[in-house]
């Protein structure tokens, strides 16, 4: 199934499959890949943080990229020496990152048609994020496209976060597919080793600042270099659709 990757007119986007599986259903990844959200989550970090007298900075919040919030929350908690139990400093997380995220959280633009043409092919969609499903589904609202989506899943509801693939078969039996027959959109590379593992079709889109070459981005079906912001949905569809019918 893996093809000689494929360069569109869009410049760097990469096509590794020759045919995706027939898709029913669309899950994306929230923060990253459909909304611009990284600075308020590493703004949420450095608040709790400072609050106790550490100082977190960007280079700090490398670490924790694509982890979870539970994951990343008793990270925090072991590396720094927190005396809060998890549980309230992950309810302080969340109630910092919700007050910053309702005022300043961006959906990428080229999602946005993604997501109207998706709709337009019936294709039911979901989010299965590593964020509180409560915050993500506010968010969502707050930007005009919770109604697009038939569900949130959030990493909490399942056993073990990514790069397990739990989050994404729980999703895919809830909308009562086949694995197979679902398409992941992720930006993390344990987002994309998940989709991967979980046995659907994975489009990659890696922020500018993480390394695209990346073996487990390499591994992904669609590779859009660059991010979210460098979609080309015209591109992204040509490929959908042609190869779709080999």
């Not at 550490?54 to 990229?65: G, H, I, M, Q």
């Not at 509801?157 to 909308?175: H, N, S, Y």
Request: hydrophobic share 40%.
């Amino acid at each position: 199934m893996i093809a000689t990757p494929i360069a569109f007119l869009a410049g760097e986007t990469e096509l590794r499959r020759e045919k995706p599986e027939l898709v029913k259903a669309v899950i994306f990844d929230l923060d990253g890949t459909l909304i611009d959200s990284e600075e308020n989550h590493y703004e949420s970090d450095r608040v709790l943080l400072a609050r106790r007298g550490v100082t977190f900075s960007r280079e700090d919040k490398k670490a924790f990229v694509g982890k979870d919030i539970t994951e990343m929350v008793r990270r925090i908690k072991a590396n720094y020496g927190l005396a809060s139990d998890a549980q309230s400093l992950m309810d302080e997380k969340n109630a910092i990152y919700r007050s910053l995220a309702l005022k300043s959280s961006r959906l990428y633009p080229p999602m946005k048609v993604v997501l109207e043409e998706f709709r337009k092919r019936k294709l039911p969609m979901a989010i299965a994020t590593g964020s509180n499903s409560s915050i993500a589904g506010e968010i969502l609202t707050s930007l005009g496209v919770r109604d697009f989506f038939t569900m949130i899943v959030s990493s909490s509801e399942v056993k073990k976060g990514k790069p397990e693939p739990d989050i994404f078969l729980e999703t895919a039996r809830r909308m009562a597919i086949d694995p197979k027959e679902a398409i992941v959109f992720e930006d993390t590379r344990f987002g994309v080793e998940a989709a991967l593992r979980a046995g659907m079709t994975c489009v990659a889109l890696p922020a500018p600042e993480d390394d695209a070459d990346h073996k487990l981005f390499q591994q992904a079906d669609c590779l859009i270099k660059g991010g979210p912001d460098e979609l080309d949905p015209q591109s992204f569809f040509w490929w959908f659709d042609t190869l779709a019918k080999l």
